[in-house]
């Protein structure tokens, strides 16, 4: 846990809320001095858990309620030309192109592990430094049983990364005993905030109320 919180530490760079020269921060578009009414945030979602979990599924819903145009998907899946598979560094490089075009941005990768997940918030953390907005950074953690992956992933037909039948249950099983040696995103990575969703009688309810909370930016009244 020390080296999570030093490594952590390392990635988040002091955020400058003063108002830059040439940077239109806090100048309103008419009088000197006058400010302007702040931006909605934009919103960094990475999400956690392994194949089967339901992540893509979550991220369509949240674009379909949050708009195409709110919300950009990046899947390291099928992130290269004729959506094939790509890497870790082209994700990162869609990731600042989204946050500088005014999109928020779902992470539609495994992030089973601190290392896995920490080059996003480090982003994340960065390019709230160069925009006239803030950035908040959320994770949504898929806790869903290994039996049900496994069984979700067995039934798949034509997934992006071709991760399906037996086989791709293999590789959630080992995706998953990653996750369970790694442990569960915590707030000293740089989360402004970390939402469950579990698996059983609260699904539903938790599933509505993430896609509530990544869609408005910030927390649901309860």
Known sequence: RQERIDLAMSAQ??????????????RGPGEAGEEEPPRPPAVVVVLVG??????STFALEVRRRGGNAAFTRICQDAIAPAGKR????QCLVAMK???RRGQSVLIDRCGVTFEQRRPFVKVALSEA?????????????????LLVLKERVRKRK???GNVEGNRGAMICKKIHAQLTKSG?????????????????????ADYESAVRQVVSGREVAE
């Open 13 to 26: 760079p002091p955020r400058d809320e003063s108002p830059g020269e040439g940077s239109g921060r806090g």
């Open 50 to 55: 392994p194949p089967g979990s339901g992540k």
């Open 86 to 89: 790509g890497t870790k560094e």
């Open 97 to 99: 192109d989204a946050l």
């Open 129 to 145: 430094g160069g925009l006239d907005r803030s950035v908040r950074c959320f994770a949504v953690c898929f806790k869903i049983p």
């Open 158 to 160: 034509g997934h992006e």
């Open 184 to 204: 569960w995103p915590e707030h000293i990575e740089g989360f402004d905030k970390i939402i469950d969703v579990n698996y059983g009688k609260t699904y539903e």
